[in-house]
């Protein structure tokens, strides 16, 4: 696997009684285009923000290159940062933003000159170096920004919702340039952000938080495909969830479930009797049929359909009230609504979650606690 | 047809009202200049033309000493309140500590107290503390009352103020000083700068605070004119307080010149992208 540049271990925030970021341990892989997607208030930003050195963490140790640095200013930290606000300083010219950094490390005035036209045109605002932060559009300050912090050649460069206030077009033209500036850097970004379809298309590796803690580290399609919890699974992309019950494994291998709503089949040997477990999976690969289908019995009502272009989003409601998603590619035939339709899908496209709550029990299960709370009575 | 009427009557009644509004502001002021030129001494009537006390002006040594000693004390103690009001406005603004809530209220009380109270409790403390009144000990109670001034602009320019602009400059390699002297203070100067021009025209023109704290031998301006009032006010600080005036005006001139180019910059600026 490729070589880490920033390691987090063990890390703990807390603002007075505030949790924020609860035993965070993550690797990022040098080079790599890392998200960290989460809703407000997941502790993403204040992550971003131990790494830039704006924040101190509780406890814990974070690395850069192998050095610890938690006793390193901001300014002494060889990461640079793009704020959501910009943070252009109003009162100096485009050059002047842009060559901050490097006058600041002292590096000749000759040589700024030439490293500040070079990361311009890197952002294209050529010829824009005149001009006063003021007299830009929103996504030519964005790009200054960008300038600003890359002419340095940090290591890392880290990104907090950078183009949270850009409109949709914009974003989408943003996204693609970001993209193509990383890899032509090769420079390492970690970038935050609580959209899910910006980090789905720009990142090597997503890192999903939610309340303080880590969810999941995959990549695009492990995140998407194989959500590892319950967050994960209901926060990316649109999914069908059930809690159930183990019922029984068969010969080949797929497991038969019982939730609330019937009986239903999933693809996954790593079980414990009678674990509650959640089962995730995506409208695309939910099917439903006018025949009953071997280890289902998800029968419901077809309420609607909508047809989005592309695909047609049908709703099944079942019969506890349950409501199923599916979509279909478009002109494929679609139930009309008001009929009943059988709920299936392939057992291999669904997930099998084993939920948090189970891990715990496991831990009483294998401390025997029983034993030791008989033992004293 | 009466509509019409109407609308021209509004048209004439408020020109009327704001000619009233300025003849109230300026007409005394225009007397003082009026008169500075009057050959005779008593300003009753103009009786003729004449430069004359403008040159008693230049000899008479106790009004310009005064005068000068008037831009000192206003300047140092300008320049001393600016620094310590600055410094103080951005303490209050970046950092939470204790007890910040009472020395924000605590701010306060120099602006509302009556002067009179302050200048008689800063006569007693320098009493006290064998302070030798003079231009030092002015400057000291000069400084009390104008650092809540400037604190009060300094932090109404920096309730805009970016934190994430701070930061940005110390991403990028700037250590705490350089943060403060080079983004920081350059950033909120117009509140600055305001702050102290609101400090040395309260210094310059204030009476009762330094009625109590100047010492026999330091008068100031105001305390010099109060002192002729007495006995009859000359044409010659009639002829002072005219330079003093248009001195003025050519500050405030210039100062709004200069604001309104900025604007006009700015609006070209915008004109241009939305052409765009």
Known sequence: MAKAIVEIKNVNKFYGDNHVVKDLDMEIYE?????????????????????????????????????????????????????????????????????????????????????????????????????????????????VAIARAII??????????????????????????????QKQLGITFVYVTHDQEEALTMSDRIAVMSGGVLEQIGTPAEIYEKPT??????????????????????????????????ELTGADPRFSAAELVYLSVRPEK??????????????????????????????????????????????????????????????????????????????????????YVAGGA | MRKKRKAAAKKYTSRVFSALVYLFLYAPIAVVILFSFNTSRRNVLFEGFTLDWYKQMA??????????????????????????????????????????TIIDLLLYIPVVIPEIVLGIALLSVFSLVHVPLGLGS?????????????????????SGFDRSIEEAAMDLGANRVRVL??????????GIVSGAVLAFTLSIDDIIISFFTTGARSTTFPLKIMELVRSGVSPDVYALSTIIILATFVVVLISQISVYKANQRALKSKYKEKQK
């Open chain 1, 31 to 143: 080079g790599e285009f890392l998200s960290i997607l989460g809703p407000s208030g997941c502790g993403k930003t204040t992550t971003l923000r131990m790494i830039a050195g704006f924040e101190q963490q509780t406890d814990g140790v974070i690395t850069v290159e192998g050095e610890r640095v938690e006793n390193k200013e901001p300014f002494e930290r060889n990461v640079n940062t793009v704020f959501q606000s910009y943070a252009l300083f109003p009162h100096m010219t485009v050059h002047d933003n842009v060559a901050y950094g490097l006058k600041m490390k002292k590096v000749k005035k000759a040589e700024i000159a030439g490293r500040v036209e070079d990361a311009l045109s890197m952002v294209r605002l050529e010829g824009f170096g005149k001009r006063y932060p003021a007299q830009l559009s929103g996504g030519q300050r964005q790009r």
């Open chain 1, 152 to 181: 340095n050649n940090p290591r890392v460069l880290l990104l907090d919702e950078p183009l949270g206030a850009l409109d949709m077009k914009l974003r989408k033209q943003m996204q693609i340039e970001l993209k193509n500036l």
């Open chain 1, 229 to 262: 919890t319950k967050f994960v699974a209901d926060f990316i992309g649109e999914t069908n969830l059930f809690e159930a019950v183990e019922a029984h494994v068969r010969d080949d291998g797929t497991v038969c479930l019982n939730a609330e709503a019937g």
């Open chain 1, 286 to 371: 939910t099917l439903a049929s006018e025949s009953p289908v071997t280890g289902f019995s998800l029968r419901g009502t077809v309420r609607e359909n909508i047809y989005i272009g592309t695909v047609v989003k049908s709703t099944v409601v079942l019969q506890n009230g349950q409501e199923i998603r599916v979509s279909s590619i478009a002109g494929a035939p679609v139930p009309a609504a008001g009929s009943a339709r059988y709920i299936h899908w392939n057992p291999g496209d669904a997930v099998i979650i084993h939920s948090k709550s189970n891990t715990i029990l496991d831990l009483m299960d294998s401390l025997d606690l029983g034993a």
């Open chain 2, 59 to 100: 000899t008479n040594h106790a009004l310009l000493e005064s005068f000068g000693n008037t831009l000192a004390v206003a300047g140092v103690s300008t320049l001393i309140a600016t620094v310590i009001g600055t410094l103080t406005a951005i303490a209050m603004f970046r950092y939470k500590f204790r007890g910040k």
């Open chain 2, 138 to 158: 002015m400057i000291v109670a000069h400084v009390t009352f104008q650092i809540p001034f400037v604190v009060f602009t300094v932090r109404a320019r920096l």
């Open chain 2, 181 to 190: 002297t080079g983004i920081t203070i350059p950033i909120i100067a117009p």
